[in-house]
Each structure stands twice: as structure tokens, then as C-alpha cells.
């Protein structure tokens, strides 16, 4: 019992309760994605506060061009996988597409994460009808992120990955529906490609942690896709990632500590990764 007492203690996990203390201390919160052993391990050692085995999973290691594909089987692999090489790191991992489309499926998939895949906390694409099913998942004592804004395993619904919230309709809708879900229980929440105005909006009206991606210096943390910042992904990026390969890091763990001083200095994101 409290086996993680008998581990280096000068470095205690980070829990839920770091995450608020950090949010009121306006210390940010340095996440990134992973999805093996070998990188959590790495993630670690740089002192990543938050690792997030995302369904970006699905673009970034399987090489499809959405995270539909992406399967419940697939997303336990690889969260055991990285709960392996993780010791402080908080771990998120993402429901994937279509399982959480009723209470007992959602709740059924979130135990599989947690149980087989080493999970501390779910995340779900978030608002409207997802409120009821966050509800009933922090019932169920599940530390839950909800992630609002652009909500990438919708695209073929809502016609792409593009900036969402940029009108001030959907803008308040947003901010009305990120308010539903922290009054729903969710712990945490991730705020995708939406304008930094927004962004810095949201965070204030919420008590919880808020984690942004393209959404602006002013969230408590800062996310991105481990591929996407260490040029490891071809091709056009978004306009929020930036390589932290370039310039002084010589290789990925010194990428990595770049990464984690420029969140929480602030120096990252700048202008110029905003919308
Ligand atoms: O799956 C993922 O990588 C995400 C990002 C938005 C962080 O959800």
C-alpha cells in the first residue's frame, strides 16, 4: 500500500492537488503527449508535469489522417505502455472515438483505462451531451478532462480542423459550456485552437486547472503533440507548435527541458503561435 512512498521522494507524483495549487500559484502546468515506454521515461526526466497519451496517436504513430480510427484496444496498449515509464507525471488518457456514447460505455472504457492502460484521469471531447456523461463519471469518483474547442474526432462533422470560437456566438457558447462542465465535475480542462482572447476568458471563469493548445498564453499549462515539437512529423504544422529541437537543445531530452522552461516562463506560447 502507498508503494509510491517507498520512491524517490524528493520527487512526489504529481496529484490533482498540484495541479490547483499551481493554477492558484500561477505556476504553469508543462503537459505534453507520449505513447510509449521509452519517451514517458524521457517525459519524466524532464520534469513534464501532465503526459497525455493522446488519439493523436492515431495521426502521429498509425499514420491515418484523423484520430477516428483509433481503437479502445489500441489506446489501453499504449497507456500501459507509458504508465510503465512514468513516476511524477500526472497521466491523462484520451476515450477514444464512439467510446463514450452512453453512461455505462463511457464508464465501462474509463475502468479499462485506468485498470489495464495505468490512467489517473480520462479525457472526452466535451459539451452538450457529453455534460450529463462527465457528470456521471466524477459520480463515479473518475478525475475527468474535458476537452472543448476544436474537437478533432468530430471533424467529419463539423468540416475540418479549423479555429473554433472566433464569432461571438460561439464564443460565449464555449465559454457557457466549459462552465457546464466544471459545474458537471470535471477536474480539468483542455481548451483546443481557439482565439487567445477566448482562452484567457475561459481560464478566469473557471476554477479548475485549464490546459491550452493554440488557445493562448494565458491558460494554466500548455500542451502539444511530442512529435509536432520535436520535428518528428512532415509537413505543414499548425500554427501553435513550435520545434524545440532548433537552436540550443542537441537532442530530445534537452528538447523536452527547453520545452517545459519556455511554458512555464511564459516565454512560450508567443505572439505569433496565437490566434
Ligand atoms: O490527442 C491529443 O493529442 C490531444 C491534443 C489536443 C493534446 O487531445
Given at each position: 500500500m502507498y508503494t509510491h512512498l517507498q520512491r524517490d521522494v524528493s520527487r512526489p507524483p504529481v496529484t490533482l492537488s498540484t495541479l490547483a495549487r499551481m493554477k492558484a500559484e500561477r505556476e504553469k502546468i508543462a503537459c505534453l503527449t507520449c505513447y510509449d515506454a521509452s519517451f514517458a521515461v524521457l517525459l519524466d526526466q524532464a520534469d513534464v508535469d501532465v503526459v497525455l497519451v493522446g488519439d493523436s496517436m492515431g495521426m502521429v504513430i498509425q499514420g491515418h489522417d484523423t484520430t477516428v480510427p483509433v481503437t479502445m484496444d489500441q489506446m489501453v496498449y499504449h497507456s500501459a505502455t507509458v504508465a510503465r515509464g512514468l513516476h511524477r507525471p500526472f497521466q491523462i488518457t484520451d476515450l477514444p472515438f464512439m467510446s463514450y456514447p452512453s453512461k455505462d460505455l463511457a464508464l465501462a472504457h474509463s475502468v479499462r483505462l485506468m485498470q489495464e492502460g495505468g490512467a489517473q484521469m480520462v479525457k472526452l471531447e466535451s459539451g452538450g451531451k457529453q455534460t450529463e456523461i462527465v457528470e456521471f463519471l466524477t459520480g463515479h469518483d473518475i478525475a475527468v478532462c474535458a476537452h472543448v474547442g476544436l474537437k478533432p474526432q468530430s471533424v467529419h462533422k463539423t468540416g475540418g480542423f479549423r479555429v473554433q470560437g472566433r464569432e461571438q456566438d460561439t464564443a460565449q457558447r464555449l465559454l457557457k459550456e466549459a462552465q457546464q462542465l466544471e459545474a458537471a465535475g470535471a477536474d480539468l480542462v483542455l481548451l483546443e485552437c481557439i482565439p487567445a482572447a477566448l482562452g484567457k476568458m475561459i481560464t478566469e471563469a473557471l476554477q479548475v486547472p485549464v490546459i491550452g493548445i493554440g488557445a493562448g498564453p494565458d491558460t494554466d499549462g500548455q500542451i502539444l503533440v511530442l512529435y509536432d515539437m520535436l520535428d518528428i512529423t512532415t509537413g505543414r504544422k499548425p500554427r501553435?507548435?513550435?520545434?524545440?529541437?532548433?537552436?540550443?537543445?542537441?537532442n530530445n531530452l534537452e528538447a523536452v527541458q527547453a520545452y517545459v522552461r519556455a511554458v512555464k516562463s511564459g516565454e512560450y506560447p508567443a505572439p505569433e503561435h496565437c490566434f
Open positions: 501553435f507548435v513550435r520545434n524545440f529541437l532548433e537552436g540550443a537543445a542537441h
